[in-house]
C-alpha cells in the first residue's frame, strides 16, 4: 500500500463519509494538494450516492461517490491512509483490519483515546476488544505533540481539545495550585450530535441545558490530557457549530498576569493554528475554521479562560487532517489555510 510520497499524491479513503465530520475530512483531503481523496465509504446497507447530494454545498467541488463499506473491500483498497468518523464500536472494529492491510489509521472516535481499558464500560458503555491497541495508539493533541504519530492515530474529541488547549500552558508552567480542580464549563452546537435525527438534538427543540453531570465520556480524556481531575458539565446550544469552553482554575500564590501571559505565549509561539484573542471569543469567529481562539482574565488568584473551536473542524475533522500531515512530513496547515472549503 506504500507510494512515494515525494513524488505521488497520499491517496485517503473517508469510513463515515455521510456524517458531518466525514464530510469536512472529505472537504478538506480535497482541498490538500498533498492529499488524494480516493474512497468515501458510508455505513452498509446504504445505496451509493454522490457526496454532492448528500452535502449539496460541494457541488461542483468534490465529485466522489460515497459507496456502502463493507470489509470485503478490505482487499481492493489502494490507499495509504483511512480516516475513520465512524462511531466507536464500529472503528475498534475495522481498525486492526485497516492495519493489518498496512494501512495508516487516524481514528475520529472515541475507541483508542483512553488508555485504561477499564474506563471504557463505564464512560462508553461497552468492554473493549483489542486493549492492546490503547498503548500503541498515539493520542494527537497537535500543539502538545512531541513524538513520532505512528501507525494508528487517535485524534482528540472536541470538548477535550478546546479545554486542554485552554488549561495545558498554564499547568505545564506551574502556575495551577496543587490542590485546584478545574471547573470546565462547555457549550457545543447541535452538530456535536451528529447528522441522524433526534428530538433533543432538533434544532426548534434545542435551547440551552446541561447534560452528562460528572459521566460524560469526555470527562477522563480531559483528565488524562491535564494530569487531575476536573470538573467538567457540558451544555446544548441552540446553533449549529463550534465549542465555548469556559475554564477556571485557581493560580499558586503570587502568580502574576505576565506570568500567565508568558506561558501562554511561550507555548503556542509556533502553534499556527492558535489564535490570541483580545475579548472574550466568539463560536461566529471559529465557525468554519481550523483555529482555536483564546483569551484569559486574572483577578488577583483567579484565572477564567476561554476557548472557542469549530467542533466539526479543530475539534475533529481539521486536527485529523494537521495530523496527517504531520505524519506523511508535509507542511501542518496544508489543507487548511487560508481556509477549509465550508
Known amino acids: 500500500m506504500s507510494v512515494d510520497h515525494q513524488h505521488s499524491k497520499i491517496r485517503s479513503a473517508v469510513l463515515g463519509a455521510a456524517g458531518y465530520s466525514g464530510a469536512e475530512l472529505c472537504a478538506l483531503l480535497t482541498a490538500n494538494p498533498y492529499f488524494e481523496l480516493s474512497y468515501a465509504f458510508a455505513s452498509a446497507g446504504r445505496e451509493a450516492e454522490a457526496f454532492a ?3 449539496p ?19 481492493s483498497l489502494d490507499i495509504d491512509v483511512a480516516f475513520l468518523a465512524l462511531p466507536h464500536e464500529a472503528s475498534e472494529e475495522i481498525a486492526p483490519k485497516l492495519l493489518a492491510k498496512g494501512i495508516k489509521v487516524f481514528d475520529l472516535s472515541g475507541a483508542f483515546r483512553l488508555k485504561q481499558p477499564e474506563l471504557y ?9 483489542h486493549p ?12 502538545w505533540q512531541t513524538g513520532p504519530l505512528g501507525d494508528l492515530v487517535s485524534v482528540p474529541g472536541c470538548y477535550p481539545t478546546a479545554c486542554s488547549l485552554a488549561l495545558l500552558p498554564v499547568l505545564k508552567a506551574n502556575l495551577v495550585a496543587d490542590d485546584c480542580i478545574p471547573v470546565i464549563s462547555a457549550t457545543s452546537g447541535v452538530s456535536g450530535a451528529g447528522r441522524k435525527a433526534s428530538l433533543s438534538t432538533s434544532f426548534c427543540e434545542v435551547g440551552l441545558n446541561a447534560y452528562g453531570f460528572f ?16 470538573v467538567f458539565t457540558p451544555h446544548l446550544g441552540n446553533f449549529k457549530r463550534g465549542i465555548l469552553a469556559t475554564c477556571v482554575v485557581n493560580l499558586k500564590a503570587g502568580v502574576t498576569p505576565q506570568q500567565v501571559n508568558a506561558a501562554f505565549a511561550e507555548a503556542y509561539q509556533h502553534k499556527p493554528l492558535i489564535r490570541f484573542s483580545s475579548k472574550s471569543p466568539n463560536v ?10 483564546l483569551f484569559w482574565q486574572q483577578d488577583g488568584e483567579q484565572l477564567v479562560i476561554m476557548s472557542a473551536i469549530d467542533n466539526l473542524l479543530k475539534g475533529a475533522a481539521a486536527q485529523a487532517m494537521q495530523a496527517a500531515n504531520v505524519r506523511f512530513a508535509k507542511p501542518e496547515t496544508a489543507g487548511l489555510l487560508p481556509g477549509a472549503l465550508v
Open 53 to 55: 447530494s448528500l452535502y
Open 57 to 75: 454545498r460541494f457541488q461542483q467541488q468534490i465529485d466522489i461517490m460515497v459507496e456502502p463499506w463493507s470489509d470485503a473491500r478490505l482487499d
Open 121 to 129: 464500560p463505564q464512560y462508553y458503555g461497552y468492554a473493549h476488544q
Open 132 to 143: 492492546e491497541l490503547l498503548e500503541q495508539a498515539v493520542y494527537s493533541l497537535m500543539e
Open 215 to 230: 459521566k460524560h465520556r469526555h470527562r477522563p480524556e480531559i483528565e488524562q490530557n491535564l494530569g487531575r481531575k476536573v
Open 284 to 293: 461566529a469567529d471559529v465557525a468554519g475554521t481550523p483555529f482555536c481562539d
